[in-house]
């Protein structure tokens, strides 16, 4: 989220904004997701993504249609995920990182074609040989460049995830 770029759009301070957003996410309306970075003082200033709090926030402003479905798809992963960070440099983003005693790197693919990529140049970045892309229908596990990448139906890890992310 750039503060700056609302402030300007909106026409109102970036103070202003800054409140707006933390009452939207204190009344549970929104969720915002860190950028994973080495320090703590650097996960805190970098861009945040944001995220409707409820799969019905998303789905208004995305018809079954429309290409915005992926990020209605995004929301309930995130959902189910309840993942706090996620990693973008300049040329790279992972749309979910869960530190739970291990990282685990979870992409949201959900258009027809499925390209790994971006992510497996972000998986480099980070230092990992294995991670989740979540899809509309693809279930398989590939290998690229030595990492391990399992794709997996939307369906499929909402309703076996714990499965999935031992």
Do not use: C, H
Not at 148 to 160: D, G, S, T, Y
């Amino acid at each position: 989220m750039n503060y700056d770029a609302l402030s300007r759009d909106l026409k109102r301070s970036k103070p202003t904004i800054i409140n707006y957003i933390s009452y939207l996410e204190y009344a549970l309306i929104l969720r915002r997701v860190r950028n994973l970075r080495p320090g703590l003082m650097a996960t805190s200033r970098k861009m945040r993504k944001v995220y409707p709090t409820n799969v019905a926030f998303a789905r208004i402003f995305a018809p079954e249609s429309s290409p915005g479905i992926g990020r209605v798809i995004e929301t309930v992963i995130l959902q189910e995920l309840d993942a706090e960070y996620y990693f973008r440099d300049n040329t790279t983003e992972i749309d979910f990182i869960l530190k739970n005693g291990r990282i685990v790197p979870v992409e949201v693919k959900y258009g027809k074609k499925v390209e790994l990529k971006q992510f497996t140049r972000a998986l480099n970045k980070i230092g990992l040989d294995y991670g989740f892309v979540i899809t509309r229908d693809i279930y398989k596990e590939e290998k690229i460049n030595g990492k391990r990448i399992l794709m997996v139906p939307a369906w499929a890890f909402v309703l076996f995830k714990d499965e999935f992310i031992r």
